[in-house]
């Protein structure tokens, strides 16, 4: 049985192929379009998928879209008609791409498609709970989803049990926890559904001093996690910003304008609204124990991707274990309305070993041979060697270890927001130049921004105090005090951005300025290469941590196809590049003049 789910129409579109209950593929619409957060009707997501499958789109059981148009516009026009005769140009911007493409998604799925089958659509939150619970390992256990808003919810929580999932409460729009993180990501100077990871980033640069008056002005928080927001002060429901002028006097100050110096304020205020986050985040996750009685925690939605909230979840809350959806965002919706569809809709039986995940460490996008690549830059002219792949550990260490940063592009790409190993950039965690480095040289993007660790799984508790495996870097943990480089005085004397001139541990690269790390566990299981090339770094160096991020430049999808990686390697600074078992030296590569046709057929890829 083929069943395609589909996300699409607001951000991050998506498509997923579920065959029998197992993942075949899942991929966003971004890394085909590179339009980042693509929101149009992932047309080659899923041709993808299908090929990947093996079959035609006549060929499907059954397709699934993670939410219900109707429901949703309904809420528009509620919310409309609540605040009129304010928020007239917001509803007339929006009826537009309504009337003409969100209420046909229907027809717009078969004709797209040429699929005359049954098409089911599932509530939005619904779509969130199982694709957290679903691959899970657990047989049972609590759900807790959290975003911005599906049709009217803006939170679930509930039980996932055997097949089925039931959702028990759920938080009503317009009082929405990751609208209400939006607000600041604007405030802050940042851009909305893109720039919140920024806002989690800028937080530990400033002290909480506005948490009193969040709580005190701008939203009502109960014991139980949930609260109200005092829409006086935000415009999500009545204009074409989210917040207003109210807002900017509450704290004194104008939003920031992006890419404009950032202030002391402004880290101020990513301090406070990250704390009053994770309170949230902490009084929802209690609430779901409380009620449910279960000591396992699934996380879905966008809320889940601040990964600084989950790691408070799971060392103060009072669950034993806790999962997170790698594709937490609208993309793990397509995922979870296809599993529905098997799982819930079916009645299929689902097997869980309590111990293993089905997400098959959420390496279901894309691959390429050996002999793809190899086509490529023979077409390309680019020198290259060619390697055993018993070969790349050992060498690749041994150029991480002279400092060097490499392109690794490996296996199938990663489903999902976060690099894991497949499409990655990789260097020195112990060095103290290379986050500044990676930064403005590399990734083009502001020196503050952490990079992640990854370690092999058995050295994790050495290394961070993290008693759990994290493979989907969605945790963050401390540092180890033993690996610290405690130098208080120094600390103390200084504010915002200066903290970064500290060392502050042996993994200096990696470490936020408050000694945290969102940590990725690697476990030789889910990717054996990138295992053995951390393995070899550990042997060589004694650090088993090097830096991982993701292969693209800011502003940029992560790179998909052989020919996305090797234009990254090319407009940027790094060393070397390992594309499977094919090695690039930057040394030996022509740089094309930017005007020249070759270079306009390069920039086409």
């Known amino acids: ?29 971004e890394r085909f379009s590179r339009k980042k957060h693509d929101f149009n009707f992932p047309v080659q997501s899923i041709e993808w998928c299908l090929k990947q499958a093996g079959i035609s789109a006549r060929e499907l059981d059954l397709v699934c879209f993670y939410e219900k148009p109707f429901l949703k516009f309904e809420r528009i026009l509620e919310t409309s008609l609540a605040v009129s005769p304010r928020g007239i140009s917001q ?11 969100k209420l046909w998604t229907p027809d717009i799925i078969r004709k797209e498609l040429g699929y005359d089958g049954k098409v089911l659509f599932f509530e939005h939150h619904e779509s969130h709970a199982a694709s957290a619970f679903y691959p899970s390992p657990f047989k049972e256990a609590a759900f807790l989803t959290m975003d911005g808003v599906g049709e009217h919810d803006t939170a679930s929580f509930g039980i996932g049990r055997g097949n089925d999932i039931e959702i028990l409460y759920t938080l009503k729009f317009p009082h929405s926890l990751g609208l209400l993180y939006s607000a600041f990501t604007y405030y802050t100077g940042f851009k909305v559904n ?7 980033g800028l937080a530990p640069y400033g002290l909480p001093k506005y948490t009193q008056i969040i709580l005190d002005e701008l939203i009502d928080l109960k014991d139980d996690g949930s609260f109200k927001l005092n829409m006086r002060y935000f415009g999500f429901c009545d204009s074409l910003k989210m917040i207003n002028l109210r807002f900017e006097k509450l704290f004194g100050a104008a939003a920031r304008r992006p890419e404009t110096r950032i202030t002391a304020i402004y880290m101020d205020v990513a301090a406070s609204i990250q704390k009053i986050t994770e309170e949230i985040m902490l009084r929802m996750s209690r609430q779901a124990h409380k009620v449910t009685g279960l000591d396992r925690l699934c996380l879905a939605g966008g809320v889940a991707l601040n990964c600084v909230g989950n790691g408070r979840i799971l060392r103060d809350g009072p669950f034993r274990e806790v999962w997170v959806q790698p594709a937490a965002g609208d993309a793990g919706g397509a995922l979870g309305a296809a599993l529905l569809a098997w799982y819930k809709y079916a009645g299929n039986e689902r097997v ?4 293993n995940d089905t997400q098959k460490a959420s390496l279901l996008g894309p691959g390429f041979s050996p002999q793809d ?24 260490s041994e150029l991480l270890a002279r400092q060097k940063v490499i392109g690794w592009f490996q296996g199938r790409m990663e489903f999902g927001p976060r690099a894991l190993g497949a499409r990655s950039i990789i260097g020195d965690a112990r060095s ?3 986050q500044s480095k990676m930064n403005l040289k590399i990734k083009f993007r502001e020196s503050f921004r952490p990079f992640a660790p990854s370690v092999l799984l058995d050295t994790a508790p050495e290394w961070f105090e993290l008693n759990s495996s994290s493979p989907y870097m ?15 005085s120094v600390e103390s004397s200084l504010a915002g951005f200066d903290k970064l001139k500290i060392k502050r541990s042996l993994i200096p690269a990696v470490t936020h300025v408050d000694y945290s790390a969102r ?22 160096t004694g650090c088993p941590v090097i830096i991982n991020t993701s292969f693209n430049v800011r502003g940029e999808p992560l790179v998909c196809s052989p020919q996305q990686a090797f234009a990254c390697f090319m407009r940027t600074e790094m060393d070397y590049l390992v594309m499977e078992n094919i090695f690039l030296d930057k040394r030996e590569q022509v740089v094309q003049p930017k005007d020249s046709a070759w270079q306009k057929e390069f920039e086409l890829d």
Request: negative net charge; proline residues 4%; charged residues 25%.
């Open 519 to 540: 940590v990725q566990t690697v476990k030789k299981d889910d990717n054996p290469l990138y295992y053995d090339l951390i393995l070899k770094f550990y042997a060589l």
């Open 91 to 101: 509803f007339i911007q929006a009826m537009p791409l309504w009337l003409k493409q």
């Open 474 to 488: 969605l945790l963050t943990a401390p540092v180890a005090v033993s690996k610290r480089v405690i130098q208080d």
């Open 194 to 200: 893109s720039g919140e990871y920024k806002l989690m």
């Open 432 to 434: 103290s130049e290379m």
């Open 1 to 29: 049985m083929n069943i395609l789910g589909i996300s699409c129409f607001y951000h991050d579109s998506a498509a997923a192929l579920v065959r029998d209950g197992e993942i075949i593929a899942a991929a966003q619409e």
């Open 373 to 396: 690549i190899e086509d490529f830059l023979i077409k390309r002219g680019a020198p290259y060697r060619k390697m055993q792949y018993s070969e790349i550990p050992g060498a690749v």
């Open 352 to 355: 869980a070993d309590g111990i």
